[in-house]
Nanobody
Framework: QVQLVESGGGLVQAGGSLRLSCAASGSIFKVNAMDWYRQAPGKTRGLVATITSGGSTNYADFVKGRFTISRDNAKNTVYLQMNSLKPEDTAVYYC???????????????WGQGTQVTVSS
């Protein structure tokens, strides 16, 4: 089965940095787009950044200039480098990937378990 495992969350002071990682594993044939979402307390889950299999990126306005999404296709891993963190960035961060598995042969979206990011002032 295909799984996404996240790591890198934690507590950091305002202005600090964190790097989140999300690694896909299992019977993978092809990994297409990979994304990061976040959900703050009392808020809906929203898209933070996306990256295509070819490396094209897109960002939500509230993280432009501060966050960078990247991927390592050899490791089936997507990263989110977060700099100049603000208390408003506090949320549970989830990765998502569109993956074609060797078992099913069709592309499906998979979610990571979520990792807590807390930014203190």
């Amino acid at each position: 089965q295909v799984q996404l495992v996240e790591s890198g969350g934690g507590l950091v002071q305002a202005g600090g940095s964190l790097r989140l990682s999300c690694a896909a594993s299992g019977s993978i044939f092809k990994v297409n787009a990979m994304d990061w979402y976040r959900q703050a307390p009392g808020k809906t889950r929203g898209l933070v950044a996306t990256i295509t299999s070819g490396g094209s990126t897109n960002y939500a306005d509230f993280v432009k200039g501060r966050f960078t999404i990247s991927r390592d296709n050899a490791k089936n891993t997507v990263y989110l480098q977060m700099n100049s963190l603000k208390p408003e960035d506090t949320a549970v961060y989830y990765c998502n990937a569109n993956i074609q598995s060797r078992t099913t042969g069709i592309p499906l979206n998979y979610w990571g378990q979520g990792t807590q990011v807390t930014v203190s002032s």
